[in-house]
């Protein structure tokens, strides 16, 4: 078994806790265990651009030298974790004034320079345990359904900092869905935004966003959606108007490999 | 024109103004266009012009959803998405000018909202 840090994040705990037990209990039959860091805290959802914030990267790089003191990749579900935490650490890397600020305010016993390795959940799945394996341990496969990947925003970009796959034309989602013997389903909305936070104050914009996701999976005939996001599953769930059904991809994942009843017991 | 707010937004973002070669490219792949009064190229040359108090009054400053759809499409590397970043800064770094209060928040919720919401929308329109 290998052991990675595993930070689920602040949704993964309350709203998508269905996100996270199938990661878990899938990783495990993949012969990865998934540790929690004794502390963690919430990544802040968006990571800030601005030269001048230091104060709102300093979650994300606590996370990440927790993860260099154990000696240990870091594993991400959530987008926008996996968004924040990637962005922080590709610019601390970089930027030796962001360093220096934040090394400063931290005092760690060493500084922190982007040392440690993030993987996204499903470059975990294509990297570490290869989709070919995973093929073989799928004990129901999606035979004959057609699977919309939903990326959205967070997945992938910026590309330069999240290197997760092509930006315009990523293939790691449908590599996973042929895995667990899916048939995925390529369409255009497939990388743009959901909406996303605007849902908290503006309804109609994020059922204009969703609702032309949602339009163009159907369109390709899609049987369903997956996706990484909370946010994304929400906005398409229920700002979109739209009745073909949304799951987490962990969520596939596990009933693929036949632990969906024991999650559930 | 105020060059102090002009070189203070520049600095915050990062971003080299002059890149840009006013292709629009980033306007037509924003997905809060419709909603914008000010788009994105619009955000890069107006920060260029210095006219920032017209940006930190507008709405749009609200609209952006942080999708970086514009900083991975610009051919010439501008990243727009900083530039509105600074701007928005610019406006709610200033006392009492949270786009969010904690007041507002019961209001918005439902079951199935997820925190990451809450919390995107706080990092982006409040201080």
């Known amino acids: 078994m290998n052991t990675f840090t595993y930070y689920p994040g602040c949704t993964l705990r309350t709203k998508a806790k269905d996100l996270d037990a199938y990661a878990r209990s899938s990783a495990e039959a993949l012969g990865i265990i998934l540790e929690e860091p004794s502390d963690w805290q919430c990544c802040g959802g968006a990571y800030t651009t601005a030269t001048n914030e230091n104060a709102t990267k300093l979650s994300a790089v606590r996370t990440l030298n927790a993860a260099k ?70 004990v129901n496969p999606f035979k004959g359904k057609k699977i919309a990947a939903y990326y959205g925003c967070l997945l992938l970009r910026p590309s330069k900092a999240l290197a997760m796959d092509d930006p315009e034309n990523p293939t790691i989602m449908e590599d996973f869905i042929k895995a667990i013997g899916g048939t995925p389903v390529i369409y255009a909305q497939r990388n743009e935004c959901c909406g996303g936070y605007i849902t908290m104050e503006d309804k109609a914009q994020a059922a204009k966003r969703s609702g032309a996701v949602m339009n163009s999976a159907e ?19 229920k700002n979109s108007g739209s009745s073909l059904p949304v799951y987490y991809f962990t969520e596939l994942l596990a009933e693929a490999l036949g632990l969906k009843e024991a999650n559930n017991e | 024109m105020n060059k102090n707010l002009q070189e203070q937004v520049i600095r915050t973002s990062g971003v080299n103004v002059l890149k840009c070669m006013r292709c629009g490219k980033c306007s037509g792949t924003c997905p809060s266009y419709d909603e914008m009064e000010y788009h994105p190229h619009q955000f890069v040359y107006m920060v260029e012009k ?78």
């Open chain 1, 69 to 138: 003191e154990l000696g240990r990749p870091l594993v991400t579900v959530c987008s926008a974790c996996h968004n924040v935490i990637k962005q922080t650490n590709y610019d601390i890397s970089r930027d030796e004034q962001m360093a220096f600020k934040i090394n400063n305010y931290l005092k760690l016993d060493e500084p922190y320079n982007g040392e440690t390795t993030v993987y996204h959940y499903l470059e975990m799945l294509r990297d570490v345990v290869g989709f070919n394996n995973l093929a073989q341990k799928v």
């Open chain 1, 219 to 237: 369109d390709q005939g899609a049987d369903m959606v997956i996706t990484a996001c909370p946010l994304c599953l929400y906005n398409l769930k």
């Open chain 2, 50 to 127: 210095g006219d920032i108090e017209k940006l930190m009054n507008s709405k749009s400053l609200y609209k952006c959803l942080t999708c970086f759809a514009c900083v991975e499409r610009c051919p010439r590397n501008v990243e727009p998405a900083k530039v509105v970043e600074a701007v928005r800064l610019a406006a709610v770094r200033q006392q009492g000018n949270n786009h969010l209060i904690p007041d507002q928040i019961p209001d918005m919720l439902d079951d199935d909202l997820p925190q990451q919401a809450i919390v995107t929308a706080f990092r982006k329109y409040t201080k």
